[in-house]
RNA sequence: GCUCCCGUAGUUCAAUGGAUAGAAUGCGAGCUUGCGGAGCUUGUGAUCUAGGUUCGAUUCCUAGCGGGAGCACCA
């Protein structure tokens, strides 16, 4: 009995309906003699006069038969109104028509989306989630940052990003694993503890570990340029520690540590979890076995005193796994992460969150992953992003010191939701204003990124990343803060009844329309990797709610009107709240 | 030199080969006797250039111009 209850839940799902429509213009196409039809789109129109969904098939079967678009449209919609009429009640299909150049729309019953309203009340939290993913293994490497450097804002993109792409599929029902791959082992270790050992000031070191240690790296970077030795001596110090000399060691897990509560202290603050932390020093031990094995397997070979794998077949740069000096290198570890995650964690998919430059490194590192015979083709996955410019449109740079620390950020964000708060609502309570500064604060920031296209370059800017206005998570926050308002002041019974077809109106439609595909939005966003169509929707479905806030009244309509539109927005209310949680943007009784 | 990415209103960004290229911000004009004005309505204003494919191109192809990134012993 339950299960078919909920089979009838999931038939009023947006998705279901656009399948329905598409099954229908294909049973359509081949009556028509079409069989083989090159694939049409059923989507969206850009407004609702069109309708509900529209597809191009007419406009791609005309150029088969050689015929008018219109002609060919007009014979679709004739057919499939024969359909519809045949289904009777159970038809989903209100109106059809064809409109130039050849566009077949369809509008629905009303009902349909109309009922889809009880269906989001009732699943709340759940309302979203699928179950599209159950039983694989998706794998997900993202935010990545250096021991005993600091995190700028080009680290924010990985890490929100990742998180935004991992929330997405775990509401598919991937089994999901995220992995921080920290750098915890390169060669500039050598100069870090070089320097530790000669130039510390060890009073700054314990007021702010990772500030002093990226002065002792400026620091020693610089007083190699006079002193050529200084390198030698850092590879010194690199060899030892990574051969196990206990003293190096000791200070290197010194910096680990240290620097993982900095790390930690920042994903408090933004709200990231990453459920493994598993640096390169982690799959040393695994290193040797891979080299010997790419040797044995005739992949790799020795060349100007290294191990290398050559990859001029594919138009590549050799992909190098052993240094002249016979220590290994980041490529070395991605390949043996490779085996890791395919062997160990059975993983059907690897995503890279990681920027565009290293896209070159991907090639290689997948290219030599499916050499070895640990991954298939298209199972590993560079979901790569641009770069956070300056204002001279150049890349943050660290040697130049123009880097703006992500704390920094984040502080003044906070801090400015802060006063935005201290002026609009005065009376709240000092611990729930830090509260709503945080979340505006923090929200602002990660929207402004995730609301972009990820692979597009993104300039930084103070006042535009700190926007609390327009198309910003505050102005969805804010959506959310008014209808939560409305609810309190409703003093709604819980056990109100429901009349959908009530919210008939064009901007109660407009609202039911946008809720009903909210689904959709989650599985394209999910297959492309794509957190801004999550983003993108949210801000449309919040804009159609402030056009009917604007003009349609909720508290003072009539006693079955009131309580459709109470349902209503707080429909819109849990969409909002599942969507930003999904981005990882908090939202808030009150702002 | 080779490879990859990107050129859209003044600015910052959208746009699965589709209908009138959509927002935000800026500048201009409005909206309070109702639920939160961090809002709403409205005006202004853009696809780098030249070809090609297509019924249809911001999107795909070619060439050019402009910006950025990468190109074995860093990650």
């Known amino acids: 009995m339950r299960m078919v209850a909920k089979e009838v839940l999931f038939k009023i799902l947006g998705y279901m309906h656009k399948k329905q429509i598409h099954d229908l213009i294909e049973k359509v196409l081949k009556d028509l003699g079409i069989s083989q039809m090159p694939s049409f789109s059923v989507s969206y129109p850009p407004e609702a006069k069109f309708g509900d969904y529209t597809t191009n098939a007419a406009l791609i079967a005309a150029k088969i038969l050689k015929k008018a678009p219109m002609e060919i449209g007009e014979k679709i919609v004739s057919s ?3 359909q519809v009429s045949s289904m009777g009640k159970k038809g989903i299909i209100r109106k059809i028509e064809v409109a130039p150049p050849g566009f077949i729309n369809f509008t629905l019953k009303p009902e349909v989306i109309q009922k889809n ?31 005993a450097k600091r995190m700028h804002v080009g680290h924010l993109r990985s890490t929100i990003i990742g998180q935004a792409i991992y929330d997405i599929y775990k509401l598919e029902g991937y089994k999901i694993k995220g992995v921080n791959h920290i750098g915890d082992w390169g060669t500039h270790f050598g100069k870090l503890i070089y ?27 610089a007083r190699a340029k006079e002193d050529e030795k200084l390198n030698d001596y850092a590879r010194e110090e690199t060899k030892k520690f990574q051969e196990g000399g206990k003293e190096n060691v000791k200070i290197w897990k010194y ?11 920042i994903y408090k603050i933004i709200g990231v979890k990453i459920d493994y932390t598993l640096g390169e020093s982690f799959y040393q031990p695994m290193l040797k076995g891979v080299i010997s094995e790419a040797l044995e397997k005739g992949i790799a070979i020795h060349s100007q005193g290294a191990v290398i794998i050559p990859l001029d077949k594919y138009n590549l740069p050799p992909f190098m796994i052993r240094k002249t000096d016979g220590a290994t290198l980041y490529g ?26 290293q896209a070159g ?21 560079h979901v790569k992003f641009g770069m956070v410019l300056g204002a001279d449109g150049k890349k943050f740079s660290t040697r130049e010191g123009k880097v703006i620390l992500l704390e920094d950020l984040l502080g003044e964000a906070i801090g400015r939701a802060r006063k935005i708060v201290e002026e609009k609502n005065p009376k709240l309570s000092n611990r729930e204003k830090e509260k709503i500064a945080k979340a505006v604060g923090i929200g602002a920031i990660k929207y402004n990124d995730l609301s972009q296209n990820r692979l597009t370059d993104i300039t930084f800017n103070w006042d535009r990343m700190l926007d609390f206005r327009g198309n910003s998570a505050p102005y969805l926050q804010y959506a959310y803060a008014r209808i939560k308002s409305i609810l309190r002041k409703s003093k709604a019974s819980k056990g109100f009844k429901l009349d959908s077809k009530l919210l008939k109106n064009e901007k ?16 394209r966003a999910g297959q492309e990797r794509m957190p801004n169509i999550i983003a993108d929707y949210i801000y449309k479905l919040a804009n159609s709610f402030n056009a009917f806030y604007e003009n349609v009244p909720v508290l003072g309509a009539e006693k079955d009107v009131r309580f459709a539109r109470l349902g209503l927005i707080s429909g819109v209310a849990i969409v909002i709240k599942n969507g930003l949680k999904l981005l990882g943007i908090e939202t808030l009784e009150r702002m």
């Open 80 to 82: 499939i109104k024969y």
């Open 117 to 147: 309203l009880a269906n989001i009340l009732k699943q709340k939290d759940k309302y979203g989630s699928s179950k599209a993913g159950k039983g694989k293994v998706v794998v997900i490497d993202y935010s990545q940052p250096n021991i």
């Open 195 to 221: 320097a530790y050992k000669n130039f510390i000031d060890k009073k700054a070191l314990k007021e702010n570990f990772i500030q002093e240690m990226n002065r002792l790296y400026v620091d020693f970077n």
């Open 255 to 265: 910096f680990v540590r240290e620097s993982m509560k900095e790390f930690d202290r």
């Open 332 to 357: 070395t570890t991605d390949l043996a992460a490779v085996k890791y995650r395919v062997n160990k964690w059975k993983a059907d998919k690897i995503i890279y969150v990681v920027a565009n430059e």
């Open 361 to 381: 490194h991907f090639q290689q590192l997948f290219k030599a992953g499916e050499l070895m015979g640990y991954i298939k083709g298209g199972i590993a996955e």
């Open 508 to 523: 109660e439609l407009a609202v039911l329309r946008q809720l009903a595909i909210f689904d959709e939005i989650i599985e």
